[in-house]
C-alpha cells in the first residue's frame, strides 16, 4: 500500500467484527505499518458500549459513528502483537498521550487489515515521563470469561512488558519524531466501505 491509500482496520474475535476503522497509510514497509486516524471518520463500532461481555450477550451488534477528540497516528511492527499510537486533542492539536494498544499482529486482507485487542493497554505522557497499565480488570475479566486463556493473557502481558522496555530505554518508535509530525494536509477522511461486514474481504 502508498501514503494516502485508505485502509480498513477491523477487530475481529471469532468472526464477528467488533469495530471497523478506515485509516489512511503513512508507510506500508517490510518492517511495520503506519496509519493515520483524523476526528470525524466514520467507523463500525460494538454496540452496547459497555465492554466485550455486553457485545458478546448483546448479538455482536455494531453501531454507526465517529472517531471523536483524538487525531492519531499508529505504528505497528510488523508481526508484533502490539500497536503503537500518538496522539493528539483533535480540536486544539496539543498532544495528548503515547499509547500501546496490545492485539494480534496485523493480516492483511483486500480492504486493509484485520486484528483482535486484546484489552490491555499502556498510556504514556508524551514526554514519557510517566506509564501506566490501563484496562488490566477488563483485561483480567476476558481470561476469567474464556475469551483468552490463560496462557494467552501470559503472553500478552509479556509484549506489554516488552513494549514498556523499548519505551524507558526510548527505542523505536519512541525515540523517533512522531509528536511533531503532521499528515499530509491532501488525505481526504476515508469512508467506511459497503462490504466492512464481510469477512475474507
Not at 454507526?64 to 483524538?70: F, G, L
Request: proline letters at 9%; aromatic letters at 12%.
Amino acid at each position: 500500500m502508498d501514503p494516502g491509500d485508505p485502509a480498513l482496520v477491523r477487530n475481529v474475535w471469532r468472526g464477528h467484527i467488533a469495530s471497523a476503522i478506515p485509516m489512511t497509510v503513512v508507510a506500508d514497509t517490510d518492517e511495520r505499518v503506519v496509519l493515520f486516524l483524523r476526528q470525524g471518520t466514520p467507523i463500525r463500532w460494538l454496540e452496547p458500549y459497555g465492554g466485550m461481555p455486553a457485545w458478546v450477550d448483546g448479538g455482536f451488534r455494531t453501531v454507526a459513528k465517529e472517531w471523536d477528540d483524538t487525531d492519531l497516528v499508529q505504528i505497528v511492527p510488523k508481526g508484533r502483537a502490539h500497536a503503537v499510537y500518538f496522539m493528539w486533542e483533535a480540536a486544539t492539536g496539543n498532544q495528548a498521550c503515547w499509547y500501546v494498544n496490545l492485539q494480534e499482529p496485523l493480516r492483511r486482507t483486500p480492504l486493509g487489515f484485520d486484528t483482535y485487542d486484546h484489552e490491555l493497554d499502556v498510556v504514556a505522557w508524551p514526554d514519557l515521563s510517566e506509564w501506566f497499565w490501563k484496562d488490566e480488570e477488563k483485561f483480567l475479566e476476558r481470561i476469567e470469561l474464556g475469551y483468552l486463556t490463560r496462557e494467552q493473557g501470559a503472553a500478552v502481558r509479556r509484549e506489554g512488558e516488552a513494549v514498556i522496555a523499548d519505551l524507558e530505554a526510548r527505542r523505536p518508535p519512541f525515540d523517533e519524531p512522531w509528536p511533531d509530525w503532521r499528515p499530509d494536509p491532501s488525505w481526504p477522511i476515508p469512508s467506511l466501505p459497503d462490504d466492512w461486514h464481510v469477512l475474507g474481504t
